[in-house]
């Protein structure tokens, strides 16, 4: 069975950093591309970044490219986003999705529950 | 970038009822790029059509997928109670690399 858990989330001040991890299980997490997605209070979800398999490939949302970083441990099957500079706007429940194998990493088969970041003073 | 569009916002159905719901991109979408999406209040997407046409493991066959081009449709052949929510679509390019459309909710009459 797929699993993804994702921790780190928690209140942080205008400016602040926060680390968020997702700890994965029940599939080949070294073949598998991996995504964290976002969704502010009662609004849609806003993809943010997307790592390959073997890490050696990313790519970010506008919103969050040059403050955000997203990086994997194929070694502890897990998945890491570093936020840092993070503004009021960031404020959001942040996904972990697994990238779908067939035909291709074109869209996310497996969720994690989410972490709800906060940035407020 | 493409901007995803769905139409409409809001549905409001009975119990049996069929649901259609569109998405329109703006520009021409590859079929292998277009994935639709479910999501209750308080739980994570969950993922519904693949390809635009193709369901995902343990989705019912009344939930189906299709069209081409800019113009994709989901559709709930007979609405059970759990089906009501919000529905997702989302295309993969090239930059930014994924895109959501705003979300059709499905609400009960």
């Known amino acids: 069975e797929v699993q993804l858990l994702e921790s780190g989330g928690g209140l942080v001040q205008p400016g602040g950093s926060l680390r968020l991890s997702c700890a994965a299980s029940?599939?080949?997490?070294?073949?598998?591309?991996m995504s964290w997605v976002r969704q502010a209070p009662g609004k849609g979800l806003e993809w943010v970044s997307a790592?390959?398999?073997?890490?050696?490939?990313?790519s970010y949302a506008d919103s969050v490219k040059g403050r955000f970083t997203i990086s994997r441990d194929n070694s502890k099957n897990t998945l890491y986003l570093q936020m840092n500079s993070l503004r009021a706007e960031d404020t959001a429940v942040y996904y972990c999705?697994?990238?779908?194998?067939?035909?291709?990493?074109?869209?996310?088969?497996?969720w994690g529950q989410g972490t709800l970041v906060t940035v407020s003073s | 970038e493409i901007v995803l569009t769905q139409s409409p916002g809001t549905l409001s159905l009975s119990p049996g009822e069929r649901a259609t719901l569109s998405c329109r991109a703006s520009?021409?979408?590859?079929?292998?790029?277009l994935a639709w999406y479910q999501q209750k209040p308080g739980q994570a997407p969950r993922l519904l059509i693949y390809?635009?046409?193709s369901r995902a493991t343990g989705i019912p066959d009344r939930f189906s997928g299709s069209g081409s081009g800019t113009d994709f449709t989901l559709t709930i052949s007979r609405l059970e109670p759990e089906d009501f929510a919000v529905y997702y679509c989302?295309?993969?390019?090239?930059?930014?690399?994924?895109?959501f459309g705003p979300g059709t909710k499905v609400d009960i009459k």
């Open positions: 989302q295309q993969y390019g090239r930059s930014p690399l994924f895109t």
């Open positions: 790592i390959s398999g073997s890490g050696g490939s990313t």
């Open positions: 999705a697994k990238g779908g194998s067939s035909p291709g990493p074109y869209y996310f088969d497996y």
């Open positions: 520009q021409s979408v590859s079929s292998s790029y």
């Open positions: 390809g635009a046409s």
């Open positions: 029940g599939f080949t997490f070294s073949s598998s591309a």
